[in-house]
Structures are given as C-alpha cells and as structure tokens.
C-alpha cells in the first residue's frame, strides 16, 4: 500500500515541472560545476590570455623599434648637444646630415665597399654550397658521410680561432687591402651547406635519372633541375648571407687596413674617433641600414618555406 500511495505524489511533481527546463542530474561522483556553468568561465579566460598576448607583443615591438627610431630622429636633428628626452620628439627635422654624409669622399667609397663585399660573397657562396649540398646528397663517392660531417664540425670551431693563421696565410699571400683577401676566406660556409644538403635530398631521385636517360651532364642537371627547385633555399640564405657581410666588422678591420678598403661599420666607427658630429654618425648609421632593412623585406616572403624545406628529417 506504501508504494501505490507514492505514485500519484511522484507524478503531480513530475507534472508541475513539466514546463519547467530541469538541469541534467549530477553524475554519481561527479565533483565541481556542469559544464554549461565552466563555458563561460573559459571563454573569458581564453580572451583574458589574447589581450595578455596582444599587449605582450605591442609592448615588444615598441622596445624592438624604439632604437631604429631614436636613431632616425637624432640623425634629423642640427648639430649640437643631444638633451633626452627632448631630443627625441619628432621636430624640429633638419637633413643638413646626410647631405654631409653621402657628400663626403669616404661614405660613397665605403658603400662600394661593402657592396661588393656582400654580393660577391652571396654569388659565391649560393654557387659553392648548392653544388656541394647536391654533391652531399645525391652522389655516391667513398668516405662521402665522414666528409661531410668532417666538414660540417667546422661549425663548432669559434671563428676567432681560426681568424689569425687565416689573416697570416692572406697576407703572405698578397691579399692585405685587397677584395680577393676580404671575399674568399668567408666562401667556405658550413652552414650554408648543411641546408643545401637537407634541401635536395628532399627532391625525388627520379628527376636525375630521367635526365640521366635524357642524356643530360652533371652540370646540366645542375643547372637545368636543381638550381630552379632551389629558389626557396637560395632566396633564404642569401638574404642571411647578404645581411651577416654587410654587418661584418672584425674582419673586414683586420684585412682592410687603409681608409679606401674599409666598409661601412668599420667606416661608420671610425668616425667617432674623428670628433665627427652625432648626427652625421646617426646618419651612416641610417644610409648603412637601409640596404639591409631592403634585402629583407624583398626576401622575407621565402623564409618560411625555405627554412621549411631545408628542416631536419627523423
């Protein structure tokens, strides 16, 4: 009878709930808030951490760029004494600097310089490292493993160690003060071809074997398959390259000893031993940065499926 007199009890408060959204029941043992109570705790987290990061990151692009603009703005400034933070307001501007600058008989000469510094080494160095990145990776020749690690330990070896018997054996040879002794002892890049060699080896060996059939040469496969599937590659590292030879500086101090072979950084520190103005360092500084900045933003779109490309394979 207890029973059967429970069940009208049970219905009526089914009845007066009908209408009514009822939460689903607790899981037995289940511990903390549903989950439709934690959705909007999380997403409120989720955003809290993407305008921690966006602060984050303006924060860090402001402290990055801050010195490119104090740099900028200083070397616009007339020549005097520097009173920050005043003098880092943008007015007033004054460009009698750079017409001093780019006017003078060193800066032009420096330019040069480092022009051909840096782009005869990038020629250079692309050609040497692509064909011995292809050599590394797709020819068979004995001792081709014990070689290539061999040469690619140099990466291990500081470079001011091996900077002075290098200086000893350029002037012996004559190169002192000359573009042969700046350019060739920086061609051998060890570097460069490591991520040669990790590039082709991702290319199909059956392009080389149909050319082989096709009855084209060493060379030819070189030149007419390899190097325009390298694009990628060549457009990263020689970005990288061109930027590392135009911020040199120990070297091209040590083997350019007179003031006609010396390039831009060494110039451009040289002028402050001169009692030259702060403005007209601050705008060789300036002259010597836009080539670079520029050889970055032409190249910058190739890094990402160059580095890619070249990763190490498991």
């Not at 037995?28 to 959705?39: A, F, I, K, M, V």
């Not at 809290?48 to 010195?67: C, E």
């Not at 082709?200 to 059956?206: N, R, T, V, Y």
């Not at 910058?300 to 190490?312: D, K, L, M, N």
Request: hydrophobic share 50%.
């Amino acid at each position: 009878m207890s029973d059967t007199a429970e069940l009208p009890r049970t219905a009526g408060k089914a009845g007066e709930t009908a209408g009514e959204q009822v939460p689903a029941p607790r899981p037995p043992g289940r511990r903390g808030p549903r989950p439709h109570e934690t959705l909007p705790a999380a997403l409120r987290m989720r955003r809290r951490g993407k305008v921690l990061r966006a602060v984050l990151l303006v924060v860090a692009a402001l402290v990055t760029i801050f010195p490119f603009y104090a740099m900028v703005v200083l070397s616009l400034k007339p020549e005097g004494a520097v009173d920050l933070p005043g003098s880092l307001a943008p007015w007033p501007l004054h460009g009698g600097a750079y017409g001093d600058v780019l006017g003078s008989q060193d800066v032009p000469r420096w330019l040069l310089n480092t022009l051909v510094y840096s782009v005869v080494s990038v020629v250079g160095v692309l050609v040497l490292s692509a064909l011995a990145g292809y050599a590394f990776a797709k020819k068979r020749f004995p001792g081709r493993e014990t070689m290539f690690w061999s040469f690619l330990s140099m990466v291990m070896v500081p470079y001011h160690v091996t900077m002075i018997p290098t200086f000893i054996l350029i002037a012996k040879l004559g190169g002192v003060d000359t573009y042969w002794g700046l350019i060739l002892p920086t061609l051998a890049n060890a570097q460069a071809v490591f991520l040669m060699r990790q590039f082709i080896m991702g290319l199909p060996d059956e392009l080389f074997e149909a050319a082989r059939l096709d009855g084209c040469s060493e060379l030819q496969i070189f030149f007419r398959i390899v190097l325009p599937l390298l694009k990628p590659i060549l457009a990263t590292l020689g970005t990288f390259v061109f930027l590392w030879h135009w911020n040199d500086f120990l070297w091209p101090l040590i083997i350019g000893q007179s003031t006609d072979m010396r390039t831009l950084t060494v110039g451009i520190a040289s002028l402050q031993q001169q009692q030259v103005p702060l403005n007209q360092v601050l705008a060789g500084s300036v002259v010597a940065f836009v080539p670079i900045f520029s050889a970055y933003l032409v190249g910058q779109r190739y890094f990402t499926e160059g580095v890619t490309g070249s990763a190490v394979k498991g």
